[in-house]
């Protein structure tokens, strides 16, 4: 049986990378344009606030990067960064745990795109497209290299 899941490992690897990019993706995008329901609660950020308006600016470029699994790593590490600095700076002097300060949200995407930096994009991203091309276009200057000597 672990053969068998470990050779599914990176599917369920892209498919949690596109589920945590989505999600953070929706956050940025309704904290930046007022939709999916923030309109509503009146959580939008005004245009150059800090530290809102640059999370969410962060929130929605990372979050689209690693969706789409395009430089995966560097974005879940600044998107991870910006969740723990959420944390830290915004919710935890209120109360020591996440459930007392309504840090969860922030602390949950925190340790799930550190995650992400450890593990890669996983199946089913661009990362992996990119690697491929390069490795094709580096193996036959390599083979030509061992031809000629």
């Known amino acids: 049986m672990s ?5 599914a490992q990176p599917y ?4 949690y990378r ?3 990019g989505l999600l953070f993706t929706c956050h940025g995008a309704a904290s930046l344009f007022g939709v999916l329901g923030a309109e509503a609660a009146g959580r939008t950020v005004d245009a150059g606030a800090w ?20 430089g995966t790593r560097p974005a879940a590490l600044l998107a991870s960064g910006s969740m723990a600095y ?3 700076k915004v919710h935890q002097p209120h109360a020591l745990w996440p ?5 969860e949200a922030s602390a ?16 089913l991203g661009l990362d992996r497209l990119v690697a491929s091309r390069t ?8 083979q030509q290299a061992t031809v000629s000597v």
């Not at 949950?108 to 199946?123: I, P």
């Not at 490795?135 to 390599?142: D, G, V, W």
């Open 3 to 7: 053969a068998r899941l470990d050779t």
């Open 12 to 15: 369920a690897v892209g498919l």
């Open 18 to 20: 596109i589920v945590v």
């Open 51 to 70: 530290p809102g308006w640059y999370a969410a600016v962060i929130q929605l470029v990372c979050g689209s990067l690693v969706l789409v699994g395009l």
């Open 86 to 88: 959420a944390y830290f």
């Open 99 to 103: 459930m007392e300060n309504g840090g």
């Open 108 to 123: 949950m995407f925190c340790w799930a795109f550190l995650l992400l930096v450890f593990t890669g994009s996983g199946a």
């Open 135 to 142: 490795a094709t276009k580096r193996e036959p200057a390599t």
